[in-house]
């Protein structure tokens, strides 16, 4: 199935980090991008100015998605409740889930020819056998990664009634554009000395975000990725010490790594999400922040590489160097 010019295509979630640059991207191969998301974003009026079709709404409206999704070719599904600590577990099934399957139902009445489904690398959890392959066993850390696989089963569902859906499990997303991800990383780093708390030595596998946006488009092209599932990340993972280090040589800073318990500050996550729950807003230190100087994150990115031809084109080190540059042009690290 070779993927059509001109094709009408939604994109929820289009006006966050990952999703703005898919807009981008498919808007810039000649498509009709139409875009749901809650909020506008920082690049809500760039993406008009291109001809996004943007509608300010939620995924858990049910007519307002088979709305949408009606004369649309292709739906890439990127939105998620994602990195809300202080809010019912609802919330998070309710988005995630129920919303997935208003999408998925409005696709199948609308006879929408590709559907991808974006979940998460995390669905793994803390990897025990590096690297993990798509049959790593499923380790849900968190309510968003339970979730998130829950809304893979969801897929898998409309899969079995004949619809073509692939599902992709991005790793570590960053690149120029993201305000949030990976700043406080590069603010620590910039700053030439930073805090590691435990040995530094468990794994994460960093995905640029143009390599990420290479993968989608794969994903809706090839016919060998009907009912199948991907795991995407660049070409190689690294320890955090070494990560640290990397980072630092796009500042040419030799950075400083001071090694810290990490107990400590699990213990210090707990209070601070305890401390912050009554207040309903988002805590500076939670436990998933606080995991990620434990646990593994490393993967095996073969299976897309042979069926999808997936080449992750940015090297870790280009990739650093223009995020860097793009948040010091912007300010962020001043």
């Known amino acids: 199935m070779n993927a059509k010019s001109n094709q009408r295509i939604l994109v929820t979630g289009g006006t966050g980090f990952t999703g703005a640059h898919l807009v981008s991207r498919l808007i810039s191969k000649g498509h009709d991008v139409v875009v749901l998301d809650n909020k506008k974003g920082i690049v809500y009026d760039i993406l008009v100015d291109m001809g996004a079709d943007i509608t300010i709404g939620s995924i858990t409206d049910k007519n307002l998605v088979y709305r949408l999704v009606a004369g649309c070719d292709t739906v890439h599904h990127l939105a998620a409740a994602f990195r809300e600590i202080n809010v019912p577990k609802s919330l998070y099934w309710d988005v995630n889930v129920n919303g997935t ?55 898998h569902e409309f899969t079995r009634k004949g619809m073509n859906i692939t599902i992709l499990r991005p790793a570590a997303i960053y ?95 707990v209070i601070t999400e305890a401390i912050y729950k009554p207040l309903r807003r988002n805590p500076p230190l939670f436990r998933r922040r606080a995991d990620w100087f434990r646990q593994n994150r490393a993967f095996d990115i073969s299976k897309a590489k042979a069926e999808l031809g997936f080449n992750p084109k940015i090297d870790f080190q280009t990739g650093v160097e223009r995020t860097a540059r793009w948040y010091l042009e912007h300010g962020y690290l001043s």
């Open 101 to 155: 399957r208003y999408l998925l139902e409005a696709a199948e009445r609308h006879s929408v020819e590709r559907f991808i489904y974006c979940s998460t690398c995390g669905v793994h959890g803390d990897v025990e056998n590096l690297p993990a392959g798509e049959d790593a066993p499923i380790k849900s850390a968190d309510y968003y990664q339970f979730t998130k696989y829950e809304g893979e089963k969801v897929a």
């Open 175 to 269: 690149g120029p554009g993201d305000p949030e991800r990976w700043l406080m990383l590069f603010k620590r780093v910039s700053s030439g000395r930073f805090l590691m708390f435990g040995d530094g030595k468990a794994t994460y596998h960093p995905l640029y975000i143009d390599n990420l946006i290479d993968a989608f488009e794969l994903a809706a092209e090839k016919d060998e990725a009907i009912g199948q599932t991907y795991l995407i990340a660049d070409e190689n993972y690294y320890q955090l010490n070494e990560l640290v280090m990397e980072i630092g040589s796009s500042f040419d800073i030799d950075v400083n790594i001071i090694h810290l318990p990490f107990t400590p500050v699990w213990i210090a996550a």
